[in-house]
Nanobody, 125 residues
Framework: QVQLVESGGGLVQAGGSLRLACAAS????????LGWFRQAPGKERDVVAA???????YYSDSVKGRFTISRDNAKNTVYLQMNSLKPEDTAVYYC???????????????????WGQGTQVTVSS
């Protein structure tokens, strides 16, 4: 398994931007699919975006066109660029890793092998 550490969360006004980063260590990073999830108080942890080892991406409808997931295999890091943030984006954001090449698998929270500790994102109105 890989170990994951998120950073980059914080407080931002609606319409603003944040970039989250998730640094990995342990196993060959380039062989892992990666996902970003979020969990608001009282709600389930839902997938936001995912990226396969080859760079194919998935976005939930709620963030499509506003968020961008990317990976830098040389730095063992996956990013989530969040633009045009809305108050409903407020949540704890988690990154996760799974050894798979299938984008469909990366959309399933229960299939992931490793999780980060989470980083809080708060969007004020």
């Amino acid at each position: 398994q890989v170990q994951l550490v998120e950073s980059g969360g914080g407080l931002v006004q609606a319409g603003g931007s944040l970039r989250l980063a998730c640094a990995a260590s342990g196993r060959p990073f380039s062989t892992y699919g990666l996902g970003w999830f979020r969990q608001a108080p009282g709600k389930e942890r839902d997938v936001v975006a995912a990226i396969t080892p080859s760079g194919t991406t998935y976005y939930s409808d709620s963030v499509k066109g506003r968020f961008t997931i990317s990976r830098d295999n040389a730095k063992n890091t996956v990013y989530l660029q969040m633009n045009s943030l809305k108050p409903e984006d407020t949540a704890v954001y988690y990154c996760a890793a799974k050894r798979t090449t299938f984008l469909s698998v990366l959309q399933d929270r229960g299939r992931y092998e490793s999780w980060g500790q989470g980083t809080q994102v708060t969007v004020s109105s």
